[in-house]
């Protein structure tokens, strides 16, 4: 018995698909990760499962109530942050906090113990209009917001977007105690990076999911070995690379190339003798394992 | 219940933390009043006559004393030609002419009837008409054993802010309960904070009537005022019972509210909102509510379309309760068309105002 699950979720907007045969499984108490680019569908997932849309084809429950037919119960028993924090920005933080913990059924007082921590940092600007907030103060009093009546499933829609690094970094430390309360949390992100912080994700990309589980499993499941090239002219580089037989991918990362190659057909040193060959002698190749968003390419290349 | 008076706490917060609302919701109504009531009258003050024809005549001189007696006219000049008439309205000296034919104490003796012609400058043509009107009014009542009385019994002097108080009352109560409705609902889409709410326990229909309780609220308080400024600044008498009144604005807030509701419904965001409210509603309740031109001269087809327009039907029941003082049984009509407009409103914005997005 999973705590969320959704089967074959299809959504589509006229012609346009946003969804595809969507399924996912989330246990209770950890924190599931939806990670994909911008317009994978993951706002309109996130929608539906907090009852907010319908779909068009599937089903999907949380906490073992239907997303259609229950939906009256899992408003009572979900709290939401959707993307860009959405607060009153003319009502100062107490007044958001205070509001939100009324029409959720509960109040200050009685979530106090559950944001307490995280209201502490905002506690010196209480009187402070939302508007006023800088992007991580607006995204620590919209967690409070969404946490303040004590739900069992938490939903937070790219949480992250538009904070800074350091802000982000303490944001998924708040999220590591929260799940420590008991609360399933189901976040999602276009950053790859965050992918470590979860127990368990989805990759995602135009609608569909291309990808689930732990991480580690799914770096495991890549099927290539992984090379890493860098050096100072790195751009034409790449021209030669992708022409190389046995060489499945190659894209440019930060600084580097990463070239995807089958396995034991193509080795550092054939890489390294043909970029001399080609006048590129200053060029460094390496062996590297995958992360995830040499996962997530290969996934997308598949597709 | 809880919830609901901190939805409706929160929405007053709204209001009145910010500046312009507030200016909207309570400044606008006063403006409007004062201008449509002074600065845009279209009553006549000191119009310029010119009396053409023999001023000697007995008949002729009583009537010019009477004209240029009255506060809305001024006797400027008197001239035997009406050639010359022409003249004085190109440069700008007069603004009507009143002539007299040849004998014209004579022929009202012994015909009964002598012939007086109004000229009036019609480059403006609605005050043209009005000047008209007045002096015809005056000329009638000098000689009324001769010609039928014609009495506005309800407007004598055809005061426009008669007809521009209800006028008014249509548009400000339509004005702040649809728009301000409307925008503050769609505000919320825009910001996501509408999902939030959704999400939430509180059941739908206790949002939309949170949202609708403070304009309400701030509507009665607009009606009161609208009521002492015309009473009292305007003079425009009350004459029905201010409980009519009460209770016919309470049927029209409701229905603007409803209006409001329909339109938050459609619209996605503030400007578009802002658009629909604007040119759907408050362009047709100008247009069509008689504020401007009376329906009866539209054609038909307005006229037909003009029904649909609940503030008409509003102004003609305050029309009738104020100025002409009438009780409950000669407005039973508008009253229940009103009414009926209320409930296909309410019934049609609540079945599509979605409990999802």
Request: hydrophobic share 40%; glycine share 10%.
């Given at each position: 018995m999973y705590f969320i699950e959704a089967r074959n979720i299809s959504k589509g907007y006229g012609s346009f698909?946003?969804?595809?045969?969507v399924s996912l499984q989330v246990r209770k108490g950890e924190i599931y990760g939806i990670i994909?680019?911008?317009?994978?569908g993951k706002t309109t997932l996130f929608r539906i499962l907090t009852t907010l849309m319908l779909f068009d084809n599937g089903n999907a429950e949380v906490e073992g109530f239907?997303?259609?037919?229950?939906y009256v119960k899992i408003r009572r028993i979900i709290g939401y942050m959707p993307g860009h924090?959405?607060?009153?920005?003319?009502?100062?933080v107490e007044e958001n906090l205070d509001f939100f913990a009324t029409i959720f059924g509960s109040s200050v007082a009685a979530g106090y113990e559950t944001v307490r921590e995280i209201y502490s940092q905002l506690e010196p600007f209480?009187?402070?209009?939302?508007?006023?907030?800088s992007g991580g103060m607006k995204q620590k009093l919209a967690l409070c917001c969404a946490l303040i009546h004590k739900p069992s499933v938490l939903f937070l829609d790219?949480?992250?977007?538009?904070?800074?690094a350091i802000s982000r970094k303490e944001f998924w430390n708040m999220l590591e105690r929260i799940k420590a309360g008991g609360v399933t949390v189901l976040v999602s992100t276009p950053?790859?990076?965050?992918?470590?912080?979860?127990d368990r994700i989805s990759l995602i990309r135009q609608g569909r999911i291309i990808d689930s589980g732990t991480v580690d499993s799914i770096i495991e499941r890549y099927p290539y070995s992984l090379l890493a090239v860098s050096g100072e002219r790195i751009f034409p580089v790449l021209k030669i690379l992708r022409q190389l037989?046995?060489?499945?991918s190659c894209f440019a990362f930060g600084t580097e190339h990463h070239v995807a190659v089958c396995k034991e057909t193509v080795t550092v040193e054939n890489i390294r003798q043909i970029l001399v060959e080609n006048g590129f002698a200053d060029c460094a190749v390496r062996n590297i394992s995958p992360g995830i968003e040499d996962c997530f390419m290969q996934l997308a290349g598949k597709e | 219940m809880k919830e609901f008076f901190k939805l409706v706490g929160k929405e007053f917060r709204h209001i009145f933390r910010d500046r312009r609302t507030m200016l909207i919701v309570l400044v606008m109504p006063v403006v409007q009043i004062v201008l449509f009531g002074?600065?845009?009258?279209t009553d006549i003050h000191q119009a310029r006559v010119d009396i053409v024809g023999d001023i000697q005549d007995f008949q002729v001189r009583k009537i010019a004393e009477r004209i240029d007696n009255?506060?809305?006219?001024?006797?400027?000049s008197e001239y035997?030609?009406?050639?010359?008439v022409d003249d004085r309205f190109r440069k700008g000296k007069a603004d009507v002419a009143i002539c007299f034919e040849q004998d014209f104490s004579k022929k009202l003796e012994t015909e009964n009837t002598a012939l007086i012609r109004i000229i009036g400058d019609g480059s403006e043509p609605n005050s043209a008409q009005m000047i008209a009107n007045y002096a015809m009014g005056i000329i009638h009542e000098g000689t009324r054993e001769l010609t039928p009385t014609v009495e506005y019994v309800y407007n004598p002097m055809m005061k426009s802010s008669y007809n521009f108080v209800p006028g008014v009352m249509g548009l400000i109560l339509m004005l702040i309960c649809s728009m301000m409705t409307a925008i503050s609902i769609v505000r919320e889409k825009e910001k996501g904070t509408m999902e939030l709410l959704l999400v939430s326990p509180v059941r739908p229909l206790w949002i939309i009537v949170s949202k609708a309780l403070p304009y309400m609220t701030l509507s009665a308080v607009n009606l009161v005022t609208i009521l002492l400024l015309s009473r009292y600044?305007?003079?425009?008498?009350?004459?029905?019972?201010l409980l009519l009144i009460a209770l016919v604005s309470l049927v029209f807030i409701l229905t603007s509210l409803a209006l409001g509701l329909l339109i938050s419904t459609i619209a996605s965001t503030q400007r578009v909102a802002m658009l629909i409210s604007g040119m759907g509603l408050m362009m047709p309740t100008m247009i069509f509510?008689?504020?401007?031109?009376?329906?009866?001269?539209?054609p038909v087809v307005l006229q037909y379309l003009s029904d649909i327009i609940p503030a008409k039907w509003y102004i003609i029941l305050i029309k009738k309760i104020m100025?002409?003082?009438?009780?409950?049984t000669y407005i039973v009509k508008e009253l229940s068309i009103l009414l009926f407009m209320v409930f296909v409103l309410f019934w049609t914005s609540i079945k599509l105002f979605r409990t999802r997005l």
């Open positions: 698909k946003a969804l595809d045969r994909g680019p911008d317009g994978a239907d997303v259609v037919r229950d924090f959405s607060l009153y920005e003319d009502l100062s209480r009187k402070r209009k939302a508007g006023k907030l790219e949480p992250t977007t538009g904070v800074d950053y790859m990076d965050e992918a470590l912080l979860c037989k046995g060489v499945v | 002074f600065a845009i009258s009255s506060q809305y006219f001024d006797v400027v035997r030609s009406v050639t010359s600044v305007m003079s425009v008498p009350i004459r029905g019972s509510s008689g504020i401007i031109f009376p329906c009866e001269s539209m100025i002409e003082g009438v009780g409950m």
